[in-house]
């Protein structure tokens, strides 16, 4: 079945580092992707999405290309900052019967350091 | 527009008791889905309404679980006799049908089972 994969954690930066999260996917067909946010005590909140092969998400200083060729999706931030502390899920959707059913990785948690 | 609501917070109850959550989606949003989220896990798909009438459960909503969505508005989830397993953070999220593969969540609701 349809599935997401990414890197665990947790991970540890400091200020002004560089970001990056793996995810990879399975799906049949062609699934859009997406990275959701969850900051501590609050909801989840969609980051950014990409619909078709080769699109960029980006949003906050945050991207992600989807590649179909490697089935990743890959989180990348060049300077990441305290207030980015948070779980990142990548997740996918893929059309199933009449919905669009969200896939959900197991998150990966990100503490960004002074 | 204050987003997706969830009533209550927290909820602790002791094993065998009945406990029911609600949820208050994006007005606009006539797509509803259910969510349960265990730590270090991301989120697993239970259940969803398109307007009033619920479309699809997993296998995961055991007969113990009723969802509704009477008025096609705000949503309720009940879990009678609950067990210990049933400790977790209930999400609740909508989107528009065109769309649903943006969904909006709500905060959560984190039940613990004692």
């Known amino acids: ?114 | 527009d204050t987003g997706v609501s969830q009533d209550p917070r927290h909820k602790i109850t002791k094993r065998g008791q009945n406990v029911t959550f609600r949820c208050d989606p994006i007005s606009e949003h006539n797509r509803l889905y259910w969510y349960r989220q265990t730590l270090g896990q991301g989120p697993e798909f239970l259940t969803y309404f398109q307007n009033e009438a619920q479309l699809e459960k997993s296998r995961l909503l055991s007969d113990r679980f009723s969802a509704e969505r009477p008025k096609g508005s705000f949503s309720t989830l009940e879990i009678q006799r609950t067990e210990q397993g049933d400790s977790a953070m209930y999400l609740c999220a909508s989107s528009y049908t065109s769309r649903a593969y943006e969904q909006y969540f709500g905060p959560g609701t984190r039940l613990t089972v004692t």
């Not at chain 1, 995810?23 to 005590?41: E, K, R």
């Not at chain 1, 948070?86 to 893929?94: I, K, Q």
Request: proline share 4%.
């Open chain 1, 1 to 114: 079945g349809d599935s997401v994969t990414q890197m665990e954690g947790p991970v540890t930066l400091s200020e002004e580092a560089f970001l990056t999260i793996n995810c990879t996917y399975t799906a049949t067909g062609y699934p859009s992707l997406f990275w959701y946010v969850q900051y501590p005590g609050e909801g989840l909140q969609l980051l950014l999405k990409a619909t078709k092969a080769d699109d960029k998400g980006s949003n906050k200083g945050f991207e992600a290309t989807y590649r179909k060729e490697t089935t990743s999706f890959h989180l990348e931030k060049g300077s990441v900052q305290v207030s980015d502390s948070a779980v990142y899920f990548c997740a996918l959707s893929a059309m199933k019967t009449s919905y669009d059913k969200v896939i959900f990785g197991p998150g990966t948690s990100l503490s960004v350091i002074p």
